[in-house]
């Protein structure tokens, strides 16, 4: 039979074999995890067989641990069980681990090895999540690259099957697992070899049955435990044989060698490194360049890693070896060194003393640390290891990759080393962004090549941290020769800039070689182009002998109507520029690939792709080159009045060169400063919103709905104008709370995101062009230079008053200075304009903490922040702990708050007499339930520090402490804030224990429907109906009504709300939450891209949302009057039929063009959902409900330690 | 005696001569049952766009790639669509369902904007099974330098591709606004037509004062609307002859306005507002107001009624020509309020 190749990625084909192996998948999102779950969650919607003709039930969990706990009930009724994840989500799975292993049950989990979250969170890979599972009891097998992972986990799964031991398969996140590889196939006849029916059979025979009952997971005392637990030993002895076995019979089919461990190099080598994972390439190739100039080295690869494979390790090792370095890609902080090294040591030790090891002198080993959280690892890297191991002294244990200047651990980079290109080889880089399919085209183009040539084709691709206007730079290999470069490319034959304005940006031609190609996107045509270029670039051209060629995609695209998507119209010219493939037969394979991609969505797509395909090459131009003389120069990164940490250190994170940093660079506990997003002028928006002030009438909606904080609305006494250039907009402002005011609505264009939600939702209209707007979008680069110097008076304008206007107001709360802006949220975001509401009205004032999630990455994810301070420095302090504990760690912070608080007071009690009565009383005394009362508060708190400092003698313990709580004594709001993926799926035990226990918290969900951050996987609160992602057929279940769980308690304030629908009622409910001295919960409605819909119209759709009865907005105000009626129905009766709401958003209008019948089944069951919905809120609105409460309630917690029967309203306010 | 209703319309034998126009319901498998539970001669299904088909496929494929491949723990934000069913075949889903259900004849309709468009659905449709195809000529020709032989002719064009790629019976809807109506009906016939639907009710525009933005609107007709079909209907049916089809359609809402439309020539008279506001029973109560008013005024078929007042059959055939015009406005009255009184 002919071996059959296709190009997929680490993930794919790890799924691919566990799809064909198991009968129940409990899955649940993780990142880098998640796309194994969901390609087993579309095989299964497809109803795909598995090996045994049946298709798999694939079920999402609430949680990992969920996900964990489903498959352990599975296994144990004897049904062939997987699940994938990675990091904080492989912990969340060690108990049940530990009970799946000692009970000796056959099961795999597929890891896409990822960063533990430690002083910072890391979505990228290393093995610190597998290796913290060492004690579980699983087998541990690793693999090195796409294709030894469609390999190993067929290893995996056939070995667990024999040996009774679960298997944990992992493979290198963000590397292995997104990899695109030509990779050889198995066959289903391989499956079917390695995977003998038998032992199917006896674990299905050990399954749980009433036929032929067993007691399993027992209690077991102190005198039967410990023997009982060894006795399973002889099975974990056994692995390794096993394994062994397994692999042979695979090699035995393919071809492909495979072994528990692997020795390449000198047959004589005296330096060995160890490495595990993708690691393997670069060692590996510096290893064939070093012993090809005779050097004496050689590597060994482990692939099993527990059980440890020591007489394979020690026996795979020449007999000549003097020094081994161990590597290991996670970090034991305390311990002698990494796993890894201490296994490697043991084994050695134990061989050693054992007389059974072939070498006369014991070898010196060294441990080293390399590519934590995906940090690149490349032969520059591996040949100082290799020095090392030749130093008389060397570092017994050293990092790699990084400079560590603060215990100076680090290998030097050795940049000189080059390893030569193989022949044949062709490395090309593309740097573009995301909104223009860069990365697919990269993808596709990878695959024609794969899957269409003999060539081996490989594209690795690398995302910046944002979610709008995020860069992306692809790394394409291809060749006659297997491609094992698992590292950037770092000499580049073929260069392609897609986006013109990156030049300024990024170091686009830094890894070109000399006498590259490149392909630059140019508004400029070729004559032209050349003096428009920053004069670096033409330096590297020049210098480089560098071929130009320019197109402009962006026009050819427009012209055949496929709008930013310029990767059809780029891609053809990749091809007839590098040359892999003849020009006619790229093109026609490029044709064939639309086809393939795009037929099933229709002809038209496909037609237009074609047009663009044609075009592109009549388009391309080469350019004559220079010299020419410098003519534009790159722009400094940052202001040079921004703080010296954002110059030195920010600034280099932003220009891609954070890898250059040395550790001293870093905070040791990873706090940073906030307010930094204002350094970073992105400029990514096409289109900005400009103000007409004379059609304008002051109501506040565009600021209020503005994502980004990027409109702002000020208002400021008429005096103020005088210091304003003439060219500085204003106008009346009308109120009847404050006169002679003026207005200025001022964009802020290097901030925008160009969205347009602002114009949308602005209700003034020209009374002459009914078209034009208070508010329109022009073109940016007409009006940036001028809207830039408006921006910068428009902040030299001091903020107004916080109590001259009420804040119940739109205009009330707009006046307020957001401290949360230009986040790197999504063009129109849903979530961030209540974040910044938030952040408007309480922000001087309160204390963050982010569930993970869209909202922790757009809020805190390096270089910069949103979360801003005003003028005196105060503003949110924001934190994140985890995905999973959200509500209790912002529970935390309240106790913390509340009995520092309590203490504080009873100081400034204690300290009266130092103090003065009037003062303690004052402070003491004060509601702080408004803005000038609590800007009374700081002032006597102030007043308060500056008397305490000039306390000695007997009181100053007491001062010096109350001085350290002052801050306590200044109203601070605890707001606890994520998605619903967190609030009503995996933290929703936490968020329930958060209101039942009475206190002081704000939760802010932010319901975007689905897990947003991680893909638009189904959450409880994806409503019926909706496709997304593990609910691929659409959701059958209706969503949870998470509000009337909050609600049942009773002393709850519940809100939900939607802003584009009232912003007055979201304004109201964020005040009521606030005010509110018991928990509280907003459940808000946040319009997101997986919901499929135009942004720039997204609070049109939340006000279809509410008109259709899908989102009844309400809120719940707990009352103590025995006659209150809490519940308030704020929207109004539905006005819509469900059918035309859902037809507008592509997640619901999608079931009807894949399942029909389904859909309007579906949809007419939500029709009932809305109808009986309202029937019942209705209902609510007029029940009577009141919460008995103490009348002297303690300040902070409880004498007994339980406050949940009470509303916790006690004098901590 | 009973009266037969019995009619022919485009070569396919009517039980009678109501049917059901192109409208939302007619698509509706329960709703069509419900028409011909009501006694429809016929069903004419509502038009596929061609412009519909298109926008739906450019529009989910710009949907289901916004924001991919951008950020790296979401590549993208939906499963993976591997069979897509597009408005075109939904549409002959329908059509399939309604054939299945329906004893009465199916008439799709298709309203394309390119003559490959056109040719392909035409086929899809009569391999779906329809009985007849309606072309429906829907179009608003705004640009200033096509004149109306320009445009005419692309009609034309397009009528006789379809005719070449497809057996089934062929009627065109036109729209009232031709400059030489009478002319370019009889082309539309040379060019292969079976007959001609009178007419198509173009929705209009509207202004949303609220908004101060253009909105679609539709609009049922009213009876007197059906006057404009009745014309035509009575000019062109001695010019085209007994054998070309006519369908009256707009404003036919009583027995006696389907009286009527038959009386003028029509072969069948349509109705679409008429089901809509009164639902699908109202077809059961015109059908009994047309019978007790043939029965009344002894005409034992509808065959016998047609055409008796077309322009060649009537006293004087200038009453359906500009003179009336005028008799119209004489016959006019003012109402009493409008002119003051001394």
């Known amino acids: ?1213 | 005696m009973t009266v037969d209703l019995s009619t022919r319309y485009l070569g396919l034998e009517l039980r009678s001569p109501l049917v059901v126009s192109a409208n939302p319901l007619t698509r509706e498998p329960e709703a069509v049952a419900k028409f011909e539970e009501a006694g429809a001669g016929a069903i004419v299904m509502p038009s596929l766009f061609e412009e519909e088909i298109e926008n739906e496929e450019i529009e989910l494929a710009a949907s289901l790639d916004q924001g991919t491949e951008g950020f790296a723990e979401a590549l993208d934000y939906f499963p993976e669509v591997d069979t897509f069913i597009g408005e075109g075949d939904r549409y002959l889903r329908s059509l399939e369902t309604l054939k299945r259900q329906s004893a009465v004849p199916i008439i799709a309709s298709l309203n394309a904007n390119s003559v490959g468009g056109w040719v392909r659905f035409a086929r899809l449709m009569a391999d779906a099974g329809a009985d007849a195809l309606e072309l429906n000529l829907y179009r608003i020709n705004v640009d200033p330098s096509r004149t109306s032989v320009d445009v005419e002719d692309e009609d034309l064009e397009l009528i006789a591709a379809v005719r070449a790629a497809v057996t089934l019976p062929l009627a065109v809807k036109l729209s009232p606004y031709y400059s030489a109506l009478a002319h370019f009906a009889g082309q539309v016939v040379e060019a292969g037509a079976n007959g001609l639907v009178l007419f198509n009710r173009f929705y209009q525009p509207d202004i949303d004062l609220d908004e101060l933005a253009v909105v679609p609107r539709v609009s049922l007709s009213h009876p007197s609307e059906l006057r404009l079909p009745m014309r035509w209907t009575a000019i062109l049916r001695p010019q085209l002859g007994p054998e070309v089809s006519i369908a009256a359609t707009s404003g036919v809402h009583s027995g006696g306005d389907a009286v009527k439309a038959l009386m003028v020539g029509a072969d069948v008279a349509m109705m679409a507002s008429a089901v809509l506001r009164d639902g699908p029973g109202k077809i059961a109560d015109i059908e009994a107001e047309m019978r007790l008013w043939l029965e009344e005024n002894e005409y034992s078929s509808v065959m016998q009624l047609r055409g008796s007042a077309s322009q060649g059959s009537v006293e004087d055939p200038a009453t359906f020509e500009r003179a009336q015009y005028i008799r119209t406005l004489h016959s006019w009255a003012a109402p009493p309020n409008l002119i003051p009184t001394a």
């Open chain 1, 1 to 1213: 039979m002919t071996q059959r190749w296709e190009c997929l990625d680490g993930n794919e084909a790890a799924a691919r074999i566990a799809y064909q192996l198991s009968e129940v998948i409990s899955i649940y999102p993780i990142t880098p995890a998640s796309p194994m779950a969901e390609h087993c969650d579309d095989w299964a919607a497809q109803s795909r067989p598995n090996m045994w003709g049946i298709t798999p039930d694939v079920v999402e969990m609430q949680s990992e641990a969920g996900a964990a706990g489903a498959l352990h009930g599975a296994l144990q009724k004897g049904a062939l069980g997987v699940t994938f994840t990675a990091s904080q989500g492989l912990l969340l799975m060690f108990p049940n681990m530990f009970k799946i292993a000692g009970e000796l049950t056959p099961s795999v989990i597929h890891v896409s090895a990822r960063t533990i979250a430690t002083h910072a969170l890391s979505i990228f890979g290393d093995h610190s999540d597998v290796m913290s599972a060492r004690s579980t009891g699983w087998a541990m097998l690793s693999s090195a690259s796409v294709q030894e992972v469609l390999d190993m986990a067929l290893v995996a799964h056939a070995a667990t099957l024999r040996s009774r031991v679960p298997f944990l398969h992992f493979f290198d996140g963000f590397r292995t697992s997104h990899e695109v590889d030509k990779i050889a196939m198995l066959e289903p006849e391989d499956v079917r070899a390695l995977v003998r029916e038998q032992d199917v059979l006896d674990f299905r025979a050990r399954g749980m049955s009433s036929e032929d009952p067993v007691v399993r997971g027992t209690a077991q005392n102190p005198d039967v435990f410990f023997q009982a637990r060894e006795a399973a030993n002889p099975y974990m002895d056994a692995v390794k044989g096993i394994v062994a076995e397994v692999m042979a019979e695979l090699s035995e089919r393919t071809g492909r060698q495979y072994d528990l461990v692997t020795y390449t190099g000198a047959p004589d080598a005296e330096k060995v490194i160890l490495v595990m994972g993708s690691g393997t390439g670069a060692v590996k190739e510096t290893v064939k360049v070093l012993t090809d100039a005779g050097e004496k080295v050689g590597m060994v690869q482990v692939r099993l890693f527990q059980p440890f494979p020591s007489e394979e390790l020690v026996a795979a090792l020449p007999e000549t070896v003097k020094s081994i370095a161990v590597l290991d890609r996670t970090k034991e902080p305390g311990a002698v060194g990494e796993p890894f090294y201490l296994q490697t040591v043991a084994a050695l030790d134990e061989s050693l003393d054992a007389g059974s090891a072939q070498f006369e002198r014991r070898p010196r080993v060294l441990g080293g640390r390399y590519g934590l959280s995906s940090k690149e690892f490349t032969p520059q890297m591996v040949k100082p290891i290799f020095d090392e191991l030749g130093k008389d002294a060397p570092k017994k244990h050293f990092s790699v990759g990084i400079f560590d200047d603060v215990t100076n651990l680090s290998l030097p980079i050795d940049r000189d080393f080059v390893r030569p290109r193989p022949e044949g080889q062709v490395q090309a880089m593309f740097f573009g962004l995301g909104s223009d399919g860069t990365v697919g085209a990269n993808k596709a183009s990878v695959k024609i090549i794969g899957e269409g040539t003999d060539l081996y084709s490989q594209g690795h691709f690398v995302y910046d941290s944002k979610k709008s206007g995020a860069v992306t730079v692809s790394h394409l290999r291809f060749g006659p020769a297997l491609i094992e470069s698992t590292y950037e490319i770092q000499a580049a034959d073929f260069v392609a800039c897609h986006q013109f304005g990156l030049l300024n940006k990024m170091p686009v031609l830094d890894r070109a070689k000399q006498g590259a190609t490149f392909l630059l996107n140019s508004p400029y045509g070729p004559d032209e182009v050349w003096e428009h270029l920053p004069s670096e670039v033409q330096q590297q051209i020049v210098d480089k002998g560098i071929e130009l060629w320019v197109i402009d995609a962006f026009a050819v695209a427009g012209e055949v109507g496929m709008g930013n998507r310029i990767n059809t119209v780029m891609q053809p010219c990749f091809f007839k520029l590098s040359g892999v493939l003849p020009e006619e037969e790229a093109i026609a394979a490029i044709k064939k690939f639309v086809e393939k991609t795009y037929g099933k969505r229709g002809e038209k797509v496909v037609q237009r792709n074609y047009a663009a395909i044609d075009l592109s090459l009549e388009r391309l131009h080469k350019v004559e080159t220079g010299p020419a003389p410098a003519s534009v120069e790159i722009a400094a990164i940052v202001a040079d009045e921004a703080p010296e940490f954002v110059k030195n250190v920010t600034a280099r994170i932003m220009a891609g060169e954070g890898d250059l940093l040395p550790v001293s660079a870093f905070p040791v506990d990873g706090s940073f400063a906030t307010a930094t997003t204002k350094w970073e002028k992105r400029a990514i928006a096409q289109e900005i919103p400009i103000w007409d002030e004379a059609i304008c009438i002051d109501c506040g909606k565009c600021a209020m709905v503005c994502p980004h904080a990027a409109i702002r609305m000020k208002v400021y006494p008429e005096a103020e104008l005088g210091q304003l250039s003439g060219d500085f907009k204003s106008k009346d402002f009308r109120s009847r709370d404050l006169e002679n005011h003026k207005i200025t609505i001022q964009v802020a264009p290097d901030d925008c995101t160009g969205c347009g939600v602002c114009v949308d939702v602005c209700p003034a209209k020209s009374k002459t062009e009914v078209k034009r707007k208070a508010i329109n979008m022009e073109s940016f680069m007409a009006t940036a230079e001028a809207e830039r110097a408006r921006w910068d008076e428009f902040l030299s304008i001091p903020e107004l008053d916080r109590s001259a206007l009420p804040r119940d107001t739109i205009k009330g709360s707009q006046v307020l200075e957001p401290l949360f802006e230009f986040s790197g949220a999504c063009s129109g975001c849903g979530e961030t304009p209540y974040v910044k509401l938030v952040s408007q009205l309480f922000g001087d004032r309160m204390i963050v903490a982010n569930a993970t999630g869209c909202s922790s990455i757009y809020g805190g994810n390096l270089p910069t922040t949103p979360w801003a301070t005003n003028a005196a420095g105060q503003g949110p302090a924001w934190n994140n702990s985890l995905f999973e504990d959200n509500a209790e760690f912002g529970l935390g912070m309240r106790l913390a708050l509340d009995v520092q608080t309590a203490n504080a007071k009873a100081l400034l009690r204690k300290l009266a007499p130092t103090v003065g009565e009037e003062l303690v009383s004052a402070i003491l005394d004060n509601e702080q339930d408004s803005e000038a009362s609590i800007e009374q508060q700081r002032k006597d708190v102030d007043q308060l520090r500056a008397i305490l400092e000039g306390v000695s003698g007997e009181s100053k313990a007491d001062a010096d402490s109350l001085l350290s709580l002052s801050g306590d004594l200044i109203r601070t709001g605890v707001w606890i804030m994520g998605g619903d993926g967190w609030a009503y799926d995996i933290g929703f035990g936490g968020v329930d224990a958060a209101l039942a226990c009475g206190r002081d918290v704000n939760i802010l969900v932010l319901d975007t429907q689905v897990y947003s951050n991680t893909g638009g996987q189904a959450s409880k609160a994806t409503p019926r109906g909706a496709v997304a992602k593990f609910a691929a057929a659409g959701k059958s279940s209706g969503r949870k009504d998470l509000g009337a769980i909050a609600r049942a308690y009773g002393n709850v304030y519940v809100a939900q709300i939607a802003l584009g629908a009232s912003d007055t009622q979201t304004n109201k409910a964020m005040l009521e939450a606030e005010a509110w001295p018991g928990p509280s919960i907003i459940i808000a409605y946040s319009t997101c891209i997986a919901h499929g819909i135009d942004m720039s119209t997204s609070m049109t759709h939340q006000k279809d949302a509410v008109k259709s009865g899908f989102w009844p907005l309400y809120r719940y105000v707990p009352s103590e009057a025995a006659d209150g009626q809490p519940f308030k129905l704020d929207s109004k009766k539905p006005t819509m039929p469900i059918k035309e709401f859902v037809e507008s958003e592509t997640r619901f209008a999608i079931l009807a063009r894949t399942q029909p019948e389904r859909a309007a089944e579906l949809a007419a069951l939500s029709q009932a959902d809305a109808d009986e919905r309202w029937r019942y809120y209705s209902q609510l609105a007029d029940v009577q409900r009141s919460i008995p409460s103490l009348e002297h309630e303690p300040a902070a917690a409880p004498a007994d330690g339980s406050a949940s029967s009470s509303h916790g309203k006690g004098e901590s306010k």
